[in-house]
């Protein structure tokens, strides 16, 4: 019995034969072989580490931001629910690989009947007995022309798609944390500035009220400085909303509250990251997880086409058993109670409308339409990247350019300030030179927040934010599945 089954193991493993999947060619990047050069962009430096390599905790600088993402990363449920996903698609991968081999299950069966005598073949009643037991193979097919080993390295190529997918959901993940905190930190910061602005305010227009009374200061002085304290509450309540929000905008990322022990932020005028050399357009296909996730969907689609082929090839499946029977449990292992079955079948499609010829060609239509996704992919990196490069430039000459605006602004409002206390100008001036200097330190800020989130979106659009901390110069390892087989 068991000799039959073995034999039968050994037939199906060697008749399993050719692959009908295409060869897999690697399409053109559909990009240039360098970042692009002008007044914009600064010089290329050739790199000695690639943003992949360097961990989130070495390109954020600040203690407090750098504890945000570690609580992010335990406890958000998008980065969770990503993580699931690796795990189903491995349990479906296990079932496609399973299908491989053949399905061996025992059975024991036992049955007592009495017939009475009118539907007895002998004319009396009587009772029977029937016990059997096997052990057998059932509809098992064959893999002549690798229907199912293409099945099976489909669903290989989705999971290895999927656990890219996660990586890409965590660098998301690590610069939308950083891009709020910081959107955060600046608000709070246009928030105090905002508040000392109308204090001041305040004050000009108690000495201004003053001057009126006494017949120095004009009506219309007065109401002018009024008009500055009241855009001032304005602009008070308005950064009292957008703190609040920003703070519930972290509170979804992180997935649990802001830690009441949250270290200590540093201002963004600090050193609050590291500056990440661009290298060559070629490591985005290396590093970005996104592109290696559609580069993984090519791969499946590619299978796709050798599963759709085979379907037009004869299939066969085996269904075979072993065991004894015998009308009494006595005699169930006796000499002579062998039984065996052993039931070929082969299925070859004749006539079928098309059916087989159309499922061809709508595979090599998603495959080509799974090409069009990957190129789009490394194109929206190379944009990604290339935005990011000219940002970096343009902040630095831009901020240097507002934080002179700004000194420019502070002496005009302090000339200003002398020159209508002692009556040399008017209260026009003044409250100009108030209004130009609140704007030209909003703006500072707000420019230094673009300039933060610009790099953390190139760190990012690098492949940058996987590791946590800065990883050895060493060659990227294959992504390996890690799959329990039962």
């Given at each position: 019995?068991?000799k039959?089954?073995?034999?039968?193991?050994?037939?199906?493993?060697?008749?399993?034969?050719?692959?009908?999947?295409?060869?897999?060619?690697?399409?053109?990047?559909?990009?240039?072989?360098?970042?692009?050069?002008?007044?914009?962009?600064?010089?290329?430096?050739?790199?000695?580490?690639?943003?992949?390599?360097?961990?989130?905790?070495?390109?954020?600088?600040?203690?407090?931001?750098?504890?945000?993402?570690?609580?992010?990363?335990?406890n958000?449920?998008?980065?969770?629910?990503?993580?699931?996903?690796?795990?189903?698609?491995?349990?479906?991968?296990?079932?496609?690989?399973?299908d491989?081999?053949?399905?061996?299950?025992?059975?024991?069966?036992?049955?007592?009947?009495?017939?009475?005598?009118?539907?007895?073949q002998?004319?009396?009643?009587?009772?029977?007995?029937?016990?059997?037991?096997?052990?057998?193979?059932?509809?098992?097919?064959l893999?002549?022309?690798?229907?199912?080993?293409?099945?099976?390295?489909?669903?290989?190529?989705?999971?290895?798609?999927?656990?890219?997918?996660?990586?890409?959901?965590?660098?998301?993940l690590?610069?939308?944390?950083?891009?709020?905190?910081?959107?955060?930190?600046?608000?709070?910061?246009?928030?105090?500035?905002?508040?000392?602005?109308?204090?001041?305010?305040?004050?000009?227009?108690?000495?201004?009220?003053?001057?009126?009374?006494?017949?120095?200061?004009?009506?219309?002085?007065?109401?002018?400085?009024?008009?500055?304290?009241?855009?001032?509450k304005?602009?008070?309540?308005?950064?009292?909303?957008?703190?609040?929000?920003?703070?519930?905008?972290?509170?979804?990322?992180?997935?649990?509250?802001?830690?009441?022990?949250?270290?200590?932020?540093?201002?963004?005028?600090?050193?609050?990251?590291?500056?990440?050399?661009?290298?060559?357009?070629?490591?985005?296909?290396?590093?970005?997880?996104?592109?290696?996730?559609?580069?993984?969907?090519?791969?499946?689609?590619?299978?796709?086409?050798?599963?759709?082929?085979?379907?037009?090839?004869?299939?066969?499946?085996?269904t075979?058993?072993?065991?004894?029977?015998?009308?009494?449990?006595?005699?169930?292992?006796?000499?002579?109670?062998?039984?065996w079955?052993?039931?070929?079948?082969?299925?070859l499609?004749?006539?079928?409308?098309?059916?087989?010829?159309a499922?061809l060609?709508?595979?090599?239509?998603?495959k080509?339409?799974?090409?069009?996704?990957?190129?789009?992919?490394?194109?929206?990196?190379?944009?990604?990247?290339?935005?990011?490069?000219?940002?970096?430039?343009?902040?630095?000459?831009?901020?240097?350019?507002?934080?002179?605006?700004?000194q420019?602004?502070q002496?005009?409002?302090?000339?200003?300030?002398?020159?209508?206390?002692?009556?040399?100008?008017?209260?026009?001036?003044?409250?100009?030179?108030?209004?130009?200097?609140?704007?030209?330190?909003?703006s500072?800020?707000?420019?230094?927040?673009?300039?933060?989130?610009?790099?953390?979106?190139?760190?990012?659009?690098?492949?940058?934010g996987?590791?946590?901390?800065?990883?050895?110069?060493?060659?990227v390892?294959?992504?390996?599945?890690?799959?329990?087989m039962?």
């Amino acid at each position: 019995m068991s000799k039959s089954l073995l034999s039968l193991a050994v037939a199906a493993f060697v008749l399993g034969g050719c692959s009908l999947i295409p060869d897999y060619q690697q399409p053109e990047a559909p990009v240039a072989g360098q970042y692009p050069q002008g007044p914009a962009y600064s010089p290329a430096q050739a790199p000695n580490q690639a943003a992949a390599e360097q961990g989130w905790k070495q390109f954020f600088h600040d203690p407090a931001l750098q504890q945000l993402i570690q609580t992010a990363l335990e406890n958000n449920r998008d980065l969770r629910v990503a993580a699931l996903n690796i795990d189903a698609y491995a349990a479906q991968y296990r079932i496609s690989r399973a299908d491989l081999f053949p399905a061996v299950s025992a059975n024991g069966s036992g049955s007592r009947q009495r017939l009475p005598a009118d539907a007895s073949q002998t004319g009396e009643a009587g009772i029977s007995s029937s016990y059997s037991a096997t052990l057998g193979v059932s509809a098992y097919e064959l893999d002549l022309f690798g229907r199912i080993r293409s099945l099976n390295e489909q669903a290989l190529q989705t999971y290895f798609a999927t656990e890219e997918a996660r990586r890409s959901t965590q660098l998301s993940l690590v610069a939308n944390v950083a891009n709020a905190y910081l959107t955060w930190q600046a608000d709070k910061e246009l928030l105090k500035l905002t508040q000392d602005t109308l204090a001041t305010f305040e004050e000009s227009y108690r000495l201004t009220a003053r001057s009126n009374e006494v017949g120095v200061a004009s009506a219309l002085d007065l109401s002018q400085s009024r008009t500055s304290v009241e855009n001032a509450k304005v602009q008070l309540a308005k950064y009292t909303r957008l703190v609040a929000q920003d703070e519930n905008s972290l509170t979804l990322l992180l997935g649990t509250g802001v830690p009441a022990n949250l270290t200590t932020a540093k201002p963004l005028a600090d050193d609050l990251l590291s500056e990440v050399p661009a290298g060559l357009p070629s490591d985005l296909l290396q590093r970005r997880p996104d592109i290696l996730a559609a580069e993984h969907n090519l791969k499946a689609a590619n299978a796709n086409i050798g599963a759709a082929r085979a379907a037009f090839f004869p299939s066969i499946s085996l269904t075979a058993n072993a065991g004894t029977l015998s009308p009494d449990l006595s005699g169930l292992f006796k000499g002579g109670s062998g039984t065996w079955l052993f039931q070929p079948q082969i299925n070859l499609p004749i006539f079928n409308a098309g059916a087989l010829s159309a499922s061809l060609d709508y595979s090599k239509i998603q495959k080509d339409i799974t090409v069009a996704q990957y190129e789009k992919s490394i194109q929206t990196a190379f944009q990604e990247v290339s935005d990011g490069l000219a940002a970096r430039q343009t902040f630095n000459q831009q901020l240097q350019a507002q934080r002179d605006f700004v000194q420019a602004n502070q002496d005009y409002y302090r000339l200003a300030e002398r020159r209508y206390r002692i009556g040399v100008d008017s209260n026009l001036t003044f409250l100009d030179a108030q209004r130009q200097l609140f704007s030209a330190q909003q703006s500072l800020i707000t420019d230094r927040l673009s300039q933060l989130v610009s790099e953390v979106n190139l760190y990012k659009a690098l492949g940058g934010g996987w590791n946590a901390q800065t990883a050895k110069n060493e060659p990227v390892p294959e992504v390996a599945p890690k799959l329990k087989m039962f």
